[in-house]
């Protein structure tokens, strides 16, 4: 987890390139991380990217776009449908209900 969270804003990082870090074929990093997490290696990544772009747009004053590049995306509206699947909100919704609950603790 550590070479990905090393990685989350490098667009061209690439499962090939995590199995190299971690000496394990493609196949075998694929098996070992739905064994031991339920998801493939490129979910493992997307879900690290959206983590971070959750904490980013939550902690910081970055705009969408900002942090869609920050967190590996090359694509605006891929960043949005992933981050739409992964919050069950759009980025621009997420960011009003997180500076909204700063200044309305309830």
């Known amino acids: 987890m550590q070479v990905i969270a090393h990685n989350v804003g490098n667009s061209e990082f690439s499962v090939e390139q995590l199995s190299d870090a971690v000496g394990l074929s ?31 747009l939550s902690t910081t004053d970055r705009n969408i776009s900002e942090v869609t590049y920050d967190c590996g995306f090359t694509s605006p ?30």
């Open 26 to 56: 493609r196949a075998q990093m694929y098996r070992r991380c739905k064994q031991l997490t339920g998801n493939s290696p490129v979910e493992i990544l997307r879900i690290q990217r959206m983590q971070r772009a959750g904490q980013l």
């Open 77 to 106: 509206s891929y960043f949005t449908k992933c981050f739409k699947e992964h919050y069950g909100m759009s980025p621009t919704d997420f960011m009003r209900h997180q500076h909204g609950n700063k200044h309305n603790p309830t």
